[in-house]
């Protein structure tokens, strides 16, 4: 999520009355969780399992409740609760803001698109030239849609992310303030669901045709032409390359990454990420031929064993 404009650290600090450690003119450009960070943004982290990769991130300033050495050219904020406090910066940016009618006024809708009854469209939402949307679907706020896009009835775009941390109260929310981008000429089943990115977007290539009852978390990347079947599961911060086929619910745990052209057969669960090109069955998942030996071989057990026996 970009700050426009950019604030200085020392603004920042006085925002969420922290202590900053470095330039107090250095700016902030935007603020965004690890799996999106980029130069000139603003992570957070909060336990000293993850220090060594914030720290060594991209990102310019690292907000920690910890005092460390501050990396050659970056900046520390100090913080008690730097989970909360980027939740603060998070509203501040990005607050909600309840929408007054079912269609916004600064929603855009393109040439030829048919947006049918009962279709909400969130502020700020831009959907291309000669789309369809059926009736009952929600689009968020901020969401962007391409051209020649068809969503079915039921699909929620832009629902807010599956990310919590638990405390001795119970589960704390991280806000989110991403959005999702959908591509050109992507089709969407009935009573999918996906989810805005947390501070970056989830991302929907071109070409890609998704199916009913599919569920698809925040950060996700998915590519070019993928092919996704019915009640699949796609976790937070997956990235999917072009031309990829998951076939009916097929389960995918989050921050992997599944190579361009692999195929998953229906009913396989993922541990790890997956090279491209290669075709893929189980729980966990591996590739098909060996998986089918496996099973081979669990079959024979009962004759071994007898003839032991």
Same mark, same amino acid.
């Not at 030829?112 to 969130?122: A, D, E, M, R, Y």
């Given at each position: 999520?970009?700050?426009?404009?950019?604030?200085?650290?020392?603004?920042?600090?006085?925002?969420?009355?922290?202590?900053?450690?470095?330039?107090?003119?250095?700016?902030?450009?935007?603020?965004?969780?690890?799996?999106?960070?980029?130069?000139?943004?603003?992570?957070?982290?909060?336990?000293?399992?993850?220090?060594?990769?914030? *720290?060594?991130?991209?990102?310019?300033?690292?907000?920690?409740?910890?005092?460390?050495?501050?990396?050659?050219?970056?900046?520390?904020?100090?913080?008690?609760?730097?989970?909360?406090?980027?939740?603060?910066?998070?509203?501040?940016?990005?607050?909600?803001?309840?929408?007054?009618?079912?269609?916004?006024?600064?929603?855009?809708?393109?040439?030829?698109?048919?947006?049918?009854?009962?279709?909400?469209?969130?502020?700020?939402?831009?959907?291309?030239?000669?789309?369809?949307?059926?009736?009952?679907?929600?689009?968020?706020?901020?969401?962007?849609?391409?051209?020649?896009?068809?969503?079915?009835?039921?699909?929620?775009?832009?629902?807010?992310?599956?990310?919590?941390?638990?405390?001795?109260?119970?589960?704390?929310?991280?806000?989110?303030?991403?959005?999702?981008?959908?591509?050109?000429?992507?089709?969407?089943?009935?009573?999918?669901?996906?989810?805005?990115?947390?501070?970056?977007?989830?991302?929907?290539?071109?070409?890609?045709?998704?199916?009913?009852?599919?569920?698809?978390?925040?950060?996700?990347?998915?590519?070019?032409?993928?092919?996704?079947?019915?009640?699949?599961?796609?976790?937070?911060?997956?990235?999917?390359?072009?031309?990829?086929? *998951?076939?009916?619910?097929?389960?995918?745990?989050?921050?992997?990454?599944?190579?361009?052209?692999?195929?998953?057969?229906?009913?396989?669960? *993922?541990?790890?990420?997956?090279?491209?090109?290669?075709?893929?069955?189980?729980?966990?998942?591996?590739?098909?031929?060996?998986?089918?030996?496996?099973?081979?071989?669990?079959?024979?057990?009962?004759?071994?064993?007898?003839?032991?026996?």
């Amino acid at each position: 999520m970009k700050l426009n404009p950019a604030l200085k650290i020392s603004e920042i600090a006085e925002i969420i009355d922290a202590k900053y450690v470095g330039d107090p003119d250095q700016l902030v450009l935007g603020i965004n969780e690890i799996h999106k960070v980029e130069k000139g943004d603003l992570v957070f982290v909060d336990h000293p399992k993850y220090y060594t990769k914030a *720290l060594e991130s991209s990102a310019t300033t690292i907000l920690i409740n910890k005092e460390v050495e501050a990396p050659e050219g970056k900046s520390l904020l100090i913080s008690e609760d730097p989970f909360q406090d980027f939740n603060r910066l998070t509203n501040k940016f990005n607050p909600f803001v309840p929408s007054a009618q079912g269609l916004s006024e600064s929603a855009s809708i393109g040439e030829g698109t048919i947006i049918q009854p009962s279709v909400f469209l969130g502020d700020n939402v831009k959907i291309g030239d000669n789309c369809i949307i059926h009736p009952n679907v929600v689009v968020y706020s901020e969401c962007r849609i391409g051209n020649n896009v068809v969503i079915h009835a039921g699909a929620v775009i832009g629902a807010d992310a599956f990310y919590y941390q638990k405390r001795e109260a119970g589960y704390r929310k991280l806000q989110s303030g991403g959005s999702v981008v959908i591509g050109d000429n992507v089709e969407i089943g009935a009573s999918t669901a996906i989810d805005r990115g947390v501070s970056g977007d989830t991302t929907i290539g071109e070409g890609t045709k998704i199916d009913n009852l599919v569920q698809i978390g925040h950060d996700t990347e998915i590519g070019r032409h993928c092919l996704i079947a019915a009640q699949v599961g796609i976790a937070g911060a997956v990235v999917i390359r072009d031309n990829v086929t *998951l076939w009916g619910q097929v389960g995918v745990p989050s921050d992997i990454e599944i190579g361009e052209g692999a195929v998953v057969l229906a009913q396989s669960g *993922l541990m790890s990420s997956l090279g491209g090109g290669k075709v893929y069955f189980g729980s966990p998942a591996v590739e098909r031929r060996e998986k089918m030996k496996e099973m081979v071989y669990l079959k024979k057990l009962p004759e071994l064993f007898n003839k032991q026996g």
